[in-house]
């Protein structure tokens, strides 16, 4: 373990609240079984459905988010294929040599990943964590831990961008549009002088609270320390392009080593991708599309279709987190969706509200929600029924409202492993490195962040 001082030099106070989140924060899974066991004892105690009902929605929520998961593994094992491959780690190298110090390191991986994450929730995650991932294989001096909570922070204002679930959704026709009382568009919402200002305001105070903490540091732990041997037999396994006991190849062998069909395809797709693009503009990107870039540039890069396919094979490895995790948080949201359970919580604690307290409160509520259901639209069409009139009955703007909804629901995801999924294949893979490892230094960066946006709700203009 490499250490900046001896290692007997009392640790900072963000060492110490992230060794006491790394000592006592269960596993990822762990938490997510906790919160089902807590969801399904709150929805007895608070609602109408008995233990069957209960049941019956944990099971029906189950396979709610199978799609989702399948699309984000495939992803993620597209994209750490494309990673793999020479010509990017070349490319991916040469970038992160241009990084020279560790605090640039820090910053620029908060930066980058903010800029991607407003511009896609989809796209910032790839991006960030694999340079967070290439900086801190070439510079032994950068926490691995550190960069990559700074990392997974940055994608806390990416629900306030430009694929922003609630806001998105408020702009298109849909079974709440009645309720909000019409179709609210991006200008109010996503460009509103109040999101745009918090968001900027989020980047720069949580790029100096994380300069503070890295200068604070008295022991780091790098990539190399938390690495583990790559499996290069298993590699070397997935080719079979191998020369028989005579020493020829056979007809399927040089098949499988030409290089060819892969490329032939990926050249359909890259054209197909142009077109696209030129017809639909940056409307077009969304999850599936980032999985099709990923799987074509991948297609391109890599030596042959065996060798393509014995990549993606180790890597889908690294995305079982996703598909094992996700299914679970479906069947809770389910709980809180189904019985009612997110409405009746909403509506007891927004009922003691005043004009002067209503947008704070619901944000509030809105972030401890979000613990059982990450997913934003899920929590919005289970809540908004609620907090929407109760605003109104209070002569708050219904837009307040929604962005109060919006800001609490990606709140919380700093201390909510469920979105640090996004990030754990790429920046694991390889490695020994755990959630809870990086999460709890993103507790300060909890507490900033509210500030601000509590700030933001009741004082900055919405128009």
Avoid: H
């Avoid at 639909?280 to 074509?296: E, Q, R, S």
Wanted: hydrophobic share 50%; proline share 4%; aromatic share 12%.
């Amino acid at each position: 373990m490499s250490q900046t001082t001896q290692p007997s030099t009392r640790m900072s106070a963000s060492e110490r609240v992230a060794d006491w989140y790394s000592k006592y924060f269960p596993d990822a899974l762990l938490f997510a079984l906790i919160l089902t066991v807590i969801a399904m004892g709150l929805a007895l105690v608070f609602t109408d459905a008995g233990p069957g009902g209960v049941m019956d929605a944990w099971f029906e929520g189950f396979p709610m988010l199978f799609t989702f998961a399948f699309q984000l593994a495939f992803t993620y094992a597209a994209a750490l294929v494309l990673v793999d491959t020479p010509k990017v780690q070349q490319g991916i190298t040469w970038l992160a040599r241009k990084v020279r110090t560790p605090q640039a390191a820090y910053v620029a991986t908060g930066v980058l990943g903010a800029l991607t994450s407003f511009v896609g929730w989809y796209i910032g995650p790839v991006v960030t964590a694999i340079f967070a991932r290439a900086v801190a294989k070439e510079m032994k001096d950068v926490d691995y831990r550190l960069i990559s909570a700074i990392a997974y922070s940055s994608f806390v204002i990416s629900l306030t961008g430009l694929s922003g679930t609630i806001p998105l959704f408020v702009a298109s026709e849909g079974p709440l549009t009645e309720t909000i009382g019409g179709l609210i568009g991006l200008k109010d919402t996503t460009f509103s002088v109040m999101n745009l200002v918090s968001a900027a305001t989020i980047v720069i105070a949580t790029t100096v609270a994380f300069y503070f903490v890295a200068r604070s540091k008295t022991e780091v732990v790098s990539f190399a320390d938390l690495a583990v041997g790559s499996n290069t037999a298993t590699a070397e396994a997935g080719n079979e392009a191998t020369e028989n006991s005579n020493g020829e190849r056979t007809f399927a062998e040089k098949v499988n080593g030409n290089r060819l069909p892969l490329l032939v395809i990926g050249l359909l797709g890259l054209g197909y991708l142009l077109y696209y693009f030129w017809q639909k503009g940056l409307a077009g990107l969304d999850l599936n599309t980032v999985a099709f870039i990923a799987l074509v540039i991948g297609f391109l890069m890599q030596k042959n279709a065996v060798e393509y396919a014995a990549s993606f094979a180790r890597n889908l490895v690294s995305t079982g987190s996703i598909m094992l995790q996700f299914p679970i948080y479906g069947g809770i949201a389910s709980i809180f969706a189904v019985t009612g359970l997110a409405g009746v919580l909403a509506n007891g604690l927004v009922s003691i509200s005043t004009p002067g307290t209503f947008l704070t409160i619901t944000f509030l509520i809105t972030g401890l929600l979000n613990l059982f259901v990450p997913s934003a639209g899920s929590q919005f069409t289970a809540t908004a029924p609620f907090f929407l009139p109760a605003g109104e009955s209070l002569g708050v703007d219904n837009t307040l409202t929604i962005m109060a909804i919006t800001y609490g629901d990606i709140w919380t995801n700093l201390v909510q492993p469920f979105w640090a999924l996004l990030y754990f294949p790429i920046l694991a893979a390889g490695t020994k490195l755990k959630v809870r490892d990086f999460m709890g230094y993103c507790l300060p960066i909890l507490i900033v962040v509210g500030i601000i946006w509590i700030l933001a709700l009741n004082f900055l203009p919405i128009r």
